[in-house]
Each structure stands twice: as structure tokens, then as C-alpha cells.
């Protein structure tokens, strides 16, 4: 049992299957003995998982979970479960439940006490980072950005402080409104990485920064199909707060009194009025002779 299963209450189990995000030479050997011995597959799309399950040489009776009848269906997986079938799930490509189906069926399964276990391996998220060449010891995946151009602009706007790596999926039909957009709000110097068709025959990865990639793309229209993954770096590393009140505070504390400067201070700058009063006794503290 893994470490992130849940409790036993009944026979049946749950097995949560990674599959290849293109190759099929990538499934695990454990992935693929745990497909062999369930008594069903939970998937995702049945013409996707036919080629995968196929290549195993195997036949096991499926069941079509996707977003649209998920919860409706989650009173037969149930039963099945408590009365001891081994089930397994597994989504179109790489790790269920990431941006897929499946966390009404989990949260369900943690209600109930019936185990879970997790089968990892491919994931579109990882192997993007790992191709980047951007920071990737601390990152954030949003995956796929609002389709409506105005919700995807609040995200980004949203989002364009944030110093971590950002990873989001894309769609073929919506990557160059995706890179503009990114471009005019996170600025078009920001370095990135678009991956395509990771696993696959033709992988690609595209490294440059925002505006350069836009504009590889409408150069190579070729470029705008396939299977994204888009690397963003973080936004640059500001001051630490306590560092910017500091500055900011000593030349007024130099020439007025502590809640003048404070105030002042906070007009010009924003800060919270709790920080800045706190950091400016300190500062004056400091000043004092022993």
C-alpha cells in the first residue's frame, strides 16, 4: 500500500494508473500488471484507452468516466467497490486527476474509507520542467488557461507577480492568444519554454522568451499543432518588504516624527501601516544611544 492510500473499510480497491503521455514504451511494468489483474478500467475515452490497453494485449471490460457523468456514476463504482472488485483509472494520457476526471471519485472513495493507490509515472508537467532549462525547485501548474480572452487576461494578471515557474496546458487552436496575451501582461522579454508533442516522434521544445516564441509560431503555422506545454520563468525576484520599509522609512525618520514618517510612508508606498510601524520603532530603537 502506498503512502498516499486511503484506509481500508472493504475488500475492493482502487488503483490510480499513470499512462504514457505519448509513448507507450514509457507505461510501467507495474502500470501494466496492475491493468492485467483489475476487473475493470475506469477511462477516460474508450477509443484512447483501446490503443493502450491493445498494445498490452489486453481486454478488460471499461467503464467511459469523464466530467460529464462522473458524479452520476459514482453510486455503481461504489457498490462495485464495496462488494471487493479491483478497479483501475486512468485518464487519456499521463497522471488522472491532473487537469482529468477523477477528484469527485476520489473524494468519495476518502468519505467512504475505501483504499486508493497511486501508480505514478508519466506526467506532461514534469517532463516539460525537465526540458525548460527554467527553475524548476519551486513551480506552480495552472493548468489550461480560460478559453474567453478576457477571463484568460484576469488570470495572467493574476498571476504576473508570482515568482515561481509557471506551467500551463494549452490547446493547438488557442496558443498564439495565449502567448499575446502573456506577452502584453507578463511583458515580452519574460523567458518561457513551449513543449510539444512530448514522447512523441516529433518533441519539440521551444526555448526563447514570449515574444520571440509568438513570433516563431506565426512564422512556422506547423509549430501550432500538437499536444502543449508551456514553460513561463517567475516573475523577478523583488526586494523582500521588510527590506523596501527599511529604505524607504530611514530618510523620513531622519527628518520627521515616527507617526508622520509612517504615515507619509504609507501613501507613497502601499505597505501594510502594521509593518511600517512596527519596522520604523525598530529603526528607531536602533538609533538610540545605549
Known amino acids: 500500500m502506498s503512502a498516499d492510500a486511503v484506509s ?3 475488500a475492493g480497491e482502487l488503483f490510480v494508473v499513470a499512462t504514457p503521455i505519448g509513448n507507450l514504451e514509457d507505461l510501467s511494468p507495474r502500470a501494466a500488471a496492475t491493468l492485467a489483474r483489475v476487473d475493470r478500467v475506469l477511462v477516460e475515452d474508450r477509443r484512447h484507452a483501446q490503443r493502450l490497453l491493445q498494445h498490452l494485449g489486453l481486454h478488460p471490460p471499461t467503464l467511459a468516466l ?8 459514482l453510486p455503481k463504482i461504489l457498490t462495485e467497490l464495496r462488494e471487493g472488485a479491483l478497479l483501475a483509472l486512468i485518464s487519456d494520457a499521463g497522471m488522472p486527476l ?3 476526471p477523477g477528484f469527485p471519485l476520489l473524494a468519495a472513495l476518502r468519505r467512504e474509507s475505501v483504499r486508493v493507490t497511486v501508480i505514478p509515472g508519466p506526467s506532461a508537467v514534469t517532463a516539460a520542467l525537465a526540458l525548460a532549462g527554467l527553475p524548476s525547485d519551486r513551480f ?5 488557461l480560460p478559453a474567453k480572452s478576457g477571463a484568460r487576461r484576469r488570470t495572467l ?10 506551467v500551463f496546458y494549452e490547446a493547438p487552436h488557442r496558443i498564439m492568444a495565449a502567448l499575446e496575451d502573456l506577452g502584453q501582461i507578463f511583458g515580452s522579454d519574460r ?10 516522434l516529433h518533441e519539440e521544445c521551444l526555448r526563447d522568451d514570449l515574444g520571440t516564441l509568438l513570433q516563431v509560431l506565426r512564422d512556422t503555422p506547423e509549430k501550432q499543432r500538437g499536444e502543449m506545454t508551456l514553460v513561463v520563468a517567475g516573475a523577478p525576484s523583488s526586494a523582500p518588504e521588510e527590506e523596501q520599509t527599511r529604505i524607504l522609512l530611514r530618510p523620513l525618520l531622519a527628518e520627521l516624527p515616527l507617526t508622520q514618517a509612517v504615515r507619509i510612508a504609507e501613501a507613497q508606498s502601499g505597505l501594510p501601516h502594521r509593518l511600517l510601524y512596527q ?3 525598530a529603526l528607531t530603537s536602533a538609533a538610540l544611544p545605549d
Do not use: Q, V, W, Y
Not at 506552480?140 to 489550461?144: A, L, P, Q, S, Y
Open 98 to 100: 491532473i487537469s482529468d
Open 157 to 166: 494578471e493574476r498571476l504576473k507577480s508570482e515568482e515561481r515557474t509557471l
Open 8 to 10: 481500508t473499510g472493504g
Open 279 to 281: 519596522t520604523a520603532l
Open 66 to 73: 469523464h466530467e460529464h457523468n462522473e458524479r452520476e456514476l
Open 191 to 200: 523567458p518561457a519554454a513551449l513543449c510539444r508533442e512530448l514522447s512523441k
Open 140 to 144: 506552480c501548474f495552472e493548468g489550461f
